[in-house]
């Protein structure tokens, strides 16, 4: 019988994950509350998992990007407050019986919503307010306000929970103007409205980086995202990894005729005085991108690091662990502590959120607790 981790799994390690909370939890006012993004099947650690781990620390409210997100926490019995940042129209039947609170960009979606509360004879539904404040993807603008006022002022199926806005660049020093610009406009935009309705929501604008970089500017909530996961906006300011990408090696072989090639396309070469290789199954079904085959990544084995040889395969990959003392079934790490999500993402010119999201559901999550 297979044990949990005789194959591919991503470990979540519950204490680092706590302690990042708490080093973010540490840089805000005790008032303010903390919303955690575990959209995108929380950053490919585990949506549900996930959310039990935040509900468990204390998070004031979650986050997911569409319903079907929602729905799936709600099923899985987490109770905290859910905002579906981008609710769309087809699912709000489904969202009210479940609770969860849509983020209206435009006053064609708030106009939909309040269609079906008034259907189903709901009152004061809770709702969050999106404005844009330059990033430009959704959201009122300034001179759509008076518009969603006017209808917000004789529309009693709803009430507004918080206004929100979206930074573009916060981890980006040169954009601090266009950063500072951004929370003034919304402050400003934020304050028409609650002056408009007649009472004041949440306001919140700060997301991972903005919080490290702009406390001063916490309002009343912010939105922790890719920081909770240990990737952290400022240069040093290392947090601690959440996720492990760990496999087992499934067979050994040692090659000695330098005439013989390893894997798709015959690009990994048999070195003079041999080569062994070892393979592993993970491969770019497992968000293993291609372009980190052909040596251009190692992974840790027993206090190695064994770089990749030859083409990454859909399911498995081969790494030249020649030298290395190594045995079928010992435990390969992708990424973790070493080497770390950011390492590869510089490796391929991407982002570690773009790594961390292609980690497929096929990928067993465990929770570390120790």
Do not use: W
Not at 246 to 263: F, N, V
Not at 301 to 324: A, E, K, S, Y
């Amino acid at each position: 019988m297979m044990k949990e981790d005789d194959f591919s799994r991503l470990e979540l390690k519950l204490s680092n994950c706590l302690l990042n909370y708490r080093l973010f939890r540490s840089r805000l006012d005790a008032r303010t509350k903390m919303l955690v993004l575990v959209k995108a099947n929380a950053y490919g650690h585990g949506a549900v998992e996930f959310a039990a781990m935040m509900q468990q620390a204390g998070a004031d409210y979650l986050a997911v990007a569409y319903p079907v997100e929602g729905l799936e926490l709600r099923r899985a019995g987490i109770s905290l407050p859910i905002l579906v940042l981008t609710s769309g129209t087809d699912f709000f039947p489904e969202m009210t019986d479940a609770r969860l609170e849509p983020g209206i960009p435009n006053l064609e979606t708030l106009k939909a919503f309040c269609k079906v509360l008034e259907e189903k004879g709901l009152r004061d539904y809770p709702i969050h307010i999106k404005l844009d404040s330059g990033m430009h993807r959704l959201g009122f603008m300034s001179d759509e306000l008076d518009a969603l006022c006017t209808f917000l002022k004789d529309c009693p199926f709803v009430r507004v929970k918080s206004a929100y806005s979206h930074l573009a660049a916060a981890e980006d020093p040169q954009e601090d103007a266009f950063t500072l610009g951004q929370i003034e406009l919304f402050r400003r935009n934020a304050d028409r409205l609650s002056a408009a309705i007649g009472y004041r929501p949440m306001y919140h604008i700060l997301n991972s980086a903005g919080i490290e970089r702009f406390p001063q500017y916490q309002f009343d909530m912010v939105r922790l995202g890719i920081g909770i996961y240990g990737i952290s906006a400022l240069p040093g300011n290392r947090l601690a990894p959440v996720a492990s990408l760990k496999c087992k090696i499934l067979q050994i072989k040692h090659l000695t005729d330098s005439s013989d090639t390893i894997g798709y396309g015959r690009y990994g070469k048999v070195a003079e005085g041999g080569t062994t290789i070892a393979t592993i199954p993970v491969g770019y079904a497992d968000g293993i991108d291609r372009h980190l085959g052909r040596g251009r990544a190692s992974f840790s084995l027993n206090g190695h690091r064994v770089p990749t040889i030859g083409n990454i395969c859909m399911d498995m990959c081969m790494l030249d662990i020649t030298g290395v003392d190594a045995k079928v079934g010992d435990t390969v790490t992708i990424f973790g502590e070493d080497p770390t999500v950011s390492e590869l993402a510089e490796i391929l010119g991407t982002i570690p959120y773009e790594i961390l999201t292609s980690v497929p559901r096929r990928i067993e999550r465990i929770v570390v607790r120790r």
